[in-house]
C-alpha cells in the first residue's frame, strides 16, 4: 500500500515520495502563544499527528523529522505582557506549557522540533540578507519588504490572480511599497516593544519570514511535506513560497502542500476574534482527550467539521463501544489458562479489517473509512469471544490495539476508561462497598450481598466476576 496526498499546489492527490527515504521532513505551522488555544486551533494538530504515525509506521520512527514551530513574537503577546508587566517570554511560556499539555492529552506525539522565534533572530536576519542580496526584497523607511514582482509564480499556490488575492485578504497599505502585495520582512519596533540588532536596524520579523527561517534551520529547504490550515494558503504559504525559492532554494520548497479544513461553531469558523470559541484547555475538563481526538478526526481532514455537543457525544459513545469490546476480551481471556491457549490460523477477518485501517489511513488520510474498518475488526473481536475462540480473540485484539493505536487512540485501560466519569470519593464508596459485598458472599449472607449489588446498581455502577476477584465500570447509557 503506497500513501497517497492531496496536493494543494497541484490540486490533485497524488502518491507520497519523499526525496529520501531515510530522512522524512514534515513542517506544520504551530500556534502563537498568547493565550489557551481554542479547539479549532487544534484540528492541525491531530491531522497532522496522524500523518507523523502513518509516516512512522511506513517509513519507520528515527526516519521522519518533524517540525511544528512556535510563534512567540508578536502584538497580542505584546499587548498581555505589557497589560501584566511582564517579558514576554514570561507570557510565551506559560502559554506554551498549557498549549503541550493540552496537546498530549488529545494524543498528540511530541515534535521532532518546536522551534521559537526567538531562538531564530540570527537565521531570520541572515535570510532577509540573502533575499536582498537576490534583488528579491529592499528596504524602505526602516522596514524590509519582499518584492513580490521578483517572484513570477507569486499566487500559484492559492490559484488565483494577485489582484484578487489582495481583495480578499487583509493586506497592509503602506506608501513606502513598492507594489501593493509587497510584505514585511522586518520591520522597527514600536517604543517599549521588545526589539532585537540586525543589519537592517533594531526591529523585529514578519509574520512569513520566521516560518522560512525555521523550517531551513529545523529541517534544511526544500522539504517533503508542508502542513497547516486553509486560512494559511494566502497569504502565509503563498508568501513562504516566494520568499523561499527567490533565496536562492531553487524552484521547489515543498514537495506537497497539505491543508486542513475549518472547524466550525455554528455558522461560522472558530475563531477569538468572533468570539464563538471553545477552549481544549476547558474541554478537556469534561471530556477524555480521546473523544476530542476522535471528534477531531470524525470528518475527512480536508472537509469542513462542525464543533457540536452531538459530535463529542457520538465520538465518546464510539470510544465505549471498543472499549467495551477490549473489556470483555480481556475478562474472557483472564478466565482461559495459559497452557490452554492457542496460537496460529489464519484469522482471516481480523487482518483484513486491519489492512483496512490501514489502507483507508495511507489514502489521504480517509479516518471515517478507518473508523468504519476499526469497527469491522471490534466486531470479529467480539464475535470470537461470544464464540470463545480463543486464538481468534488473542489475535483480533492485538490488531485493534494496533490500529487503534497508530490513530492515537484505544491507548487507556479499558477498565480505567469506563471508571473515568467517577471522581475520587466515588471510586472510593464503590470498592468498600464491592469490598462489603465480597464478605457478604464469603459468609453466604446472599441477602447482604444482594443490597450492596442493587446500591451499586443505584449508582450506575456494573459488577463483574471473574478469575481474578470482582471488577466494576460505569454502566453504558442507553
Not at 352 to 361: F, G, I, K, R
Not at 379 to 387: F, H, K, L, P
Request: net charge negative.
Amino acid at each position: 500500500m503506497t500513501l497517497s496526498l492531496y496536493d494543494t499546489m497541484t490540486r490533485k492527490k497524488r502518491a507520497f515520495t519523499p526525496r529520501d527515504e531515510h530522512r522524512v521532513t514534515l513542517y506544520v505551522c504551530g500556534p502563537t502563544v498568547y493565550n489557551y488555544a481554542h479547539i479549532g486551533n487544534f484540528r492541525p494538530v491531530v491531522v497532522f499527528d496522524l500523518l507523523f504515525r502513518v509516516l512512522r509506521d511506513l517509513y519507520g520512527e528515527d526516519a521522519v523529522l518533524y517540525a511544528a514551530n512556535v510563534t512567540d513574537v508578536d502584538d497580542k503577546i505584546n499587548a498581555k505582557a505589557a497589560s501584566e508587566g511582564v517579558p514576554i517570554g514570561v507570557i510565551s511560556d506559560r502559554y506554551l506549557a498549557a498549549y503541550n499539555a493540552d496537546a498530549a492529552a488529545l494524543g498528540a506525539l511530541k515534535p521532532t522540533f518546536q522551534p521559537r522565534v526567538t531562538e531564530t533572530m540570527e537565521a531570520i536576519t541572515v535570510f532577509i540578507a540573502d533575499l536582498v542580496a537576490q534583488k528579491a526584497a529592499y528596504a524602505a523607511e526602516g522596514h524590509v519588504l519582499f518584492d513580490t514582482q521578483a517572484f513570477p509564480d507569486y499566487g500559484k499556490l492559492s490559484g488565483r490572480p494577485i489582484d484578487e488575492m489582495i481583495a480578499g485578504a487583509r493586506v497592509d497599505v503602506a506608501p513606502y511599497k513598492r507594489h501593493p502585495a509587497d510584505f514585511v520582512l522586518w520591520k522597527p519596533s514600536k517604543p517599549g516593544e521588545p526589539s532585537w540588532d540586525s543589519a537592517f536596524g533594531p526591529g523585529r520579523p514578519g509574520w512569513h519570514i520566521e516560518c522560512t527561517a525555521m523550517i531551513e534551520q529545523a529541517l534544511g529547504l526544500p522539504i517533503d511535506i508542508h502542513g497547516g490550515g486553509i486560512d494559511l494558503v494566502f497569504p502565509h504559504h503563498e508568501n513562504e513560497l516566494a520568499q523561499g525559492v527567490c533565496a536562492g532554494h531553487g524552484t521547489e520548497y515543498a514537495d506537497v502542500w497539505m491543508h486542513n479544513g475549518f472547524l466550525n461553531m455554528g455558522d461560522e469558523k472558530m475563531s477569538k476574534s468572533v468570539g464563538n470559541v471553545a477552549l481544549a484547555h476547558d474541554l478537556l475538563k469534561t471530556w477524555p482527550g480521546e473523544a476530542l481526538r476522535w471528534a477531531l478526526l470524525a470528518g475527512h481532514y480536508r472537509q469542513p467539521l462542525e464543533w457540536t455537543g452531538d459530535l463529542i457525544e457520538q465520538s465518546k459513545s464510539a470510544l465505549d463501544r471498543l472499549y467495551r469490546v477490549l473489556d470483555d476480551s480481556a475478562r474472557f481471556l483472564e478466565g482461559v489458562p495459559t497452557a490452554a491457549r492457542a496460537s496460529g490460523g489464519e484469522h482471516r477477518g481480523a487482518v483484513e479489517a486491519h489492512d483496512a485501517v490501514l489502507s483507508a489511513l495511507r489514502d489521504d488520510l480517509n479516518t471515517p473509512l478507518a473508523f468504519a474498518a476499526l469497527f469491522q475488526l471490534a466486531d470479529y473481536v467480539r464475535t470470537s469471544t461470544t464464540g470463545k475462540d480463543v486464538a481468534g480473540v488473542e489475535r483480533g485484539r492485538s490488531l485493534l490495539l494496533e490500529a487503534g493505536q497508530l490513530m492515537g487512540l484505544l491507548v487507556a485501560d479499558p477498565r480505567a476508561w469506563f471508571q473515568g466519569g467517577a471522581d475520587d470519593d466515588m471510586k472510593a464508596r464503590v470498592e468498600a462497598l464491592i469490598a462489603a459485598r465480597g464478605e457478604a458472599r464469603a459468609a453466604k449472607d446472599w441477602p447482604a450481598a444482594d443490597r450492596i449489588r442493587d446500591e451499586l446498581s443505584a449508582l450506575k455502577v456494573e459488577v463483574m466476576d471473574g478469575p481474578t476477584g470482582a471488577t466494576w465500570r460505569i454502566k453504558e447509557q442507553a
